[in-house]
Every structure is written in structure tokens, then in C-alpha cells.
């Protein structure tokens, strides 16, 4: 069980926006920590695509935000392509267990 | 261009050590606010933090495996060696090693080496 949330699976058709929450608490989350975001592709090591909240790496198409309010954040994909289709995490600190991985989104393209 | 690689055994036996190394390139364990952590992801699970260590060597340890690590450094071979006693099958796992960026308990991972995954059985 992780001590971020995340919603197991969601779906979008192509062009369509897609949102994957992270819900935490007033340890992490909720403390005022960042939150960052890695995708995933499939037999791939996690490429980090958010970080500090909202800041984008460079090369990483301004399709891909993230937002923090309260205890969660979110990640919004605008224009879904198929190349999107993997996994997302997010990760943040936690006062009492450090680092702190969410138990992870699969996206799928329709 | 940053990189990372880990290295180590693919098979252990129930009970044994794992040995892991992260050899990297492009940025220096000796430059101020930089540092190396491990991450693992069982087969079709969630990745989990396990280790990192700083320039300055302060070494920080998941708490639920913190009895079981030992994450050093070797800054003039570029290398941090993470160390897992008594292993047992639910340690199968691909292990990452990436470099820590940003402020203390802000910071995040980027880039990550390819991952190697290391089965344990007997």
C-alpha cells in the first residue's frame, strides 16, 4: 500500500486530455514537499517528465503538466498521442518514510 | 551527458548478500548538493526508494529495509555500492540507481541507469 495514491489505470482517445491524480497526506503532500513525476514506457527505466510541481525537463513537450493543491496533485496530458501509453508515478517526501513512490497509473491510448 | 549503470549478480540465494554498483559518468560525487539513490521495482509492481547518499556522504535508508542497507561511495571511481542483507524472493526486483537533483527532501531522480534485475532463488 503506498502512502501516495494514485488511480490504477485510466484511458483517453487520441487528442483527448487525461488527468492522473496522486493523493497524499499532511506528512507529505499536505507538509508543503514537492511533488515530482516519472514516466514510464513499457520495458523501460522510469524518465523523470515533472518536477518541483510544474516545471518541465527540457525536451519534454508542454503536453505534459502538473499541479499541486492541499494533500494532492496532478498530472494533465493534453492532445494524447499513442507514444503516451506507459506508466506515470509520482514521488515526493514524507516526514516519516523519506522518499515516497505513488503505486503508479497506467495510461492507456483508446 | 549524464549516465548510470548498475552492475551486479542476476541469481542470489535465499539469505545471501546482494552486492549492487552504480558506476556513473558526467557529474562528480565530490560537486555540492549532488547524490546517488536506489530505487527497485518487483516484476509488475510500484517502485520503491530504498537508499541514497550524499556529496558529503549523509546517508539516508528507507525504514522499512533500513536494518538490511548499506549505501557508500567511491567518489575517484565514480561508483556508490548499495548492500542488501538476507535476501529473500520478494526482494526480485529491478534495481535503479539515479542521480538525486535539487534541495534536501525536495529533490527528485534524473536521469536513472537501465536497471538490472536481480532474482532471488534458490
Known amino acids: 500500500q503506498s502512502v501516495l495514491t494514485q488511480p490504477p489505470s485510466v484511458s483517453g482517445a487520441p487528442g483527448q486530455r487525461v488527468t492522473i491524480s496522486c493523493t497524499g497526506s499532511s506528512s507529505n503532500i499536505g507538509a508543503g514537499y514537492d511533488v515530482h513525476w516519472y514516466q514510464q514506457l513499457p520495458g523501460t527505466a522510469p524518465k523523470l517528465l515533472i518536477y518541483?510541481?510544474?516545471n518541465r525537463p527540457s525536451g519534454v513537450p508542454d503536453r505534459f503538466s502538473g499541479s499541486k493543491s492541499g494533500t494532492s496533485a496532478s498530472l494533465a496530458i493534453t492532445g494524447l498521442q499513442a507514444e503516451d501509453e506507459a506508466d506515470y508515478y509520482c514521488q515526493s517526501y514524507d516526514s516519516s518514510l523519506s522518499r515516497v513512490f505513488g503505486g503508479g497509473t497506467k495510461l492507456t491510448v483508446l | 551527458q549524464i549516465t548510470l549503470k548498475e552492475s551486479g549478480p542476476t541469481l542470489v540465494k535465499p539469505t545471501q548478500t546482494l552486492t549492487l554498483t552504480c558506476t556513473f559518468s558526467?557529474?562528480?560525487?565530490?560537486?555540492?548538493?549532488?547524490?546517488v539513490g536506489w530505487i527497485r521495482q518487483p516484476p509488475g509492481k510500484a517502485l520503491e526508494w530504498l537508499a541514497l547518499i550524499y556529496w558529503n556522504d549523509d546517508k539516508r535508508y528507507s525504514p522499512s529495509l533500513k536494518s538490511r542497507l548499506t549505501i557508500t561511495k567511491d567518489t575517484s571511481k565514480n561508483q556508490v555500492v548499495l548492500t542488501m542483507t538476507n535476501m529473500d524472493p520478494v526482494d526480485t526486483a529491478t534495481y535503479y540507481c539515479?542521480?538525486?537533483?535539487?534541495?534536501?527532501?525536495?529533490?527528485?531522480?534524473?536521469?536513472w541507469g537501465q536497471g538490472t534485475l536481480v532474482t532471488v532463488s534458490s
Open positions: 558526467g557529474f562528480s560525487l565530490s560537486t555540492s548538493g549532488v547524490g
Open positions: 539515479a542521480r538525486l537533483v535539487g534541495p534536501d527532501h525536495d529533490n527528485w531522480f534524473d536521469p
Open positions: 518541483g510541481n510544474s
